[in-house]
T-cell receptor
Framework: GAGVSQSPSNKVTEKGKDVELRCDPISGHTALYWYRQRLGQGLEFLIYFQGNSAPDKSGLPSDRFSAERTGESVSTLTIQRTQQEDSAVYLC?????????????????FGEGSRLTVL | AQSVTQLDSHVSVSEGTPVLLRCNYSSSYSPSLFWYVQHPNKGLQLLLKYTSAATLVKGINGFEAEFKKSETSFHLTKPSAHMSDAAEYFCVVSDILRGGNKLVFGAGTILRVKS
């Protein structure tokens, strides 16, 4: 597709349930990020994938959060045993490789996000 | 470690007047800096970026920002606000020039434009 696609756009779930959020990055973009945006707050880094390298999971808030990515394609973010404080918009972004084949250019292309509400 | 501080959570201007959104950063080495904009119910979009070339950077929609190392600032400006500029703006610092991957976002500044 032309842009980063995320699904579902909205998810309402009950406390304690598991949820899975999906991200389809732009074709050819080797880098993929997940961010969380709580109401009235800035973006909080969760996890970063770069090609086939080991992901940077340093931003995951707890072991209830996990993410996977198959090669340079789709990524899924899974939240187990959801809590009310998990309510937020989860944003996915992808980035193309740098000119010298470096990590990335720093320009992120964002999806419109998945809004999660935990009741 | 890197961090970024957006000094105003809300800015209100009248249409046709100048816009100034303030951003200060902290970095132990030369950073890359960005401004992103988020319109209501839309995804974030890159406005402009600084990556160690010219210190005055021009972006889309008439916005520009100046990198001032001595002041550790990267303020966003526009000479004349338009109603369509109403959105939330994020200042971002990154270590990508050193091969890193972290983009650290500020808390955001909501710009309101009055008619």
């Amino acid at each position: 597709g032309a842009g980063v696609s995320q699904s579902p756009s909205n998810k309402v779930t009950e406390k304690g349930k598991d949820v899975e959020l999906r991200c389809d990055p732009i074709s050819g973009h080797t880098a993929l990020y997940w961010y969380r945006q709580r109401l009235g707050q800035g973006l909080e880094f969760l996890i970063y994938f770069q090609g086939n390298s080991a992901p940077d999971k340093s931003g995951l808030p707890s072991d209830r959060f996990s993410a996977e990515r198959t090669g340079e394609s789709v990524s899924t973010l899974t939240i187990q045993r959801t809590q009310q404080e998990d309510s937020a918009v989860y944003l996915c972004a992808s980035s193309k490789p740098g000119l010298a084949g470096g990590v990335n250019t720093g320009e992120l292309f964002f999806g419109e996000g998945s809004r999660l509400t935990v009741l | 470690a890197q961090s970024v501080t957006q000094l105003d959570s809300h800015v209100s201007v009248s249409e046709g007047t100048p816009v100034l959104l303030r951003c200060n950063y902290s970095s132990s080495y030369s950073p890359s800096l960005f401004w992103y904009v988020q319109h209501p119910n839309k995804g974030l979009q890159l406005l402009l970026k600084y990556t160690s070339a010219a210190t005055l950077v021009k972006g889309i929609n008439g916005f520009e920002a100046e990198f001032k190392k001595s002041e550790t600032s990267f303020h966003l400006t526009k000479p004349s606000a338009h109603m369509s500029d109403a959105a939330e703006y994020f200042c971002v610092v990154s270590d990508i020039l050193r091969g890193g991957n972290k983009l650290v976002f500020g808390a955001g500044t909501i710009l309101r434009v009055k008619s």
